[in-house]
């Protein structure tokens, strides 16, 4: 029987942080693309995840959910999967790791070598390397959609040859037009048969970057958000 491989995007944003979109904006707009698997992991925070279950439980969506978050280590990002309590930001990678392991989650390197956010791949990741590695991480997210220079994620791919990890690929959507444009192939249709695809290795990155326009409107909300925040700060 041939193998069925379905499209997970795990690395999306709502406006619990700094996402554009509604938790609920966001699974409509999951539910008019192909994914079969859908994370929500908003920066330090499992909030918009926790919301994303309990709609998911008053209305049925074609996708399966996972409940994560983006934590932010001292010297980078760390996607969690697979979590159900909060874990803190700003520790050590090795406590991130663990907080998150103890929760039976994994642990995928975010963006590993993008420019403009903040990336463990720019610092270091020699600590993966190696049959009793120092950090013990799940995946590298090997293509990132958000990434405008596209020498980012070509680094990230050989890191993942190079240390022997699962690559795994996200939109990292900000908001509702980039859902979807990165994602995660594996074997299955379930967010069950998804983790054990990245455990076994059995998973592929893939998708398009994101547009300029959708670079521009992600741009303009952050600025504007810096502006008003500024604006309550002197009020």
Not at 75 to 85: R, S
Request: net charge neutral; proline share 4%.
């Amino acid at each position: 029987m041939e193998t069925v491989w379905s499209k997970a995007d795990i690395h999306i944003h709502t406006t619990y942080s700094d996402g554009m979109a509604g938790v609920r904006e966001v699974l409509e707009q999951a539910a008019n693309t192909d994914l079969q698997v859908v994370a929500i992991t908003d920066h330090n925070t499992i909030a918009g995840a926790l919301e994303a279950r309990e709609l998911t439980r008053q209305q049925r969506y074609p996708f399966e959910l996972i409940l994560g978050a983006e934590i932010s280590t001292a010297i980078g990002h760390v996607l969690a999967l697979f979590i159900e309590q909060p874990i803190a930001a700003g520790m050590s990678v090795e406590a991130t790791l663990a907080a998150i392991h103890a929760q039976g989650g994994l642990a995928i390197v975010a963006h590993p070598y993008g420019k403009l956010v903040h990336s463990i791949g720019r610092r270091i990741l020699d600590n993966c390397r190696g049959p009793q590695p120092i950090w013990r991480f799940d995946a590298l997210e090997t293509f990132n959609a958000s990434l405008w220079d596209s020498r980012d994620n070509d680094a990230a791919a050989a890191a993942a040859v190079s240390l022997g990890l699962p690559a795994c690929g996200g939109s990292d959507a900000h908001s509702l037009p980039t859902i979807g444009l990165g994602y995660t192939l594996f074997p299955g249709r379930s967010a069950a048969e998804l983790r054990a695809a990245i455990v076994a290795g059995r998973v592929q990155p893939g998708g398009r970057r994101w547009s300029w326009g959708n670079l521009r409107m992600v741009a303009g909300s952050f600025i504007k958000r810096d502006i008003n925040r500024t604006l309550r700060r002197s009020a």
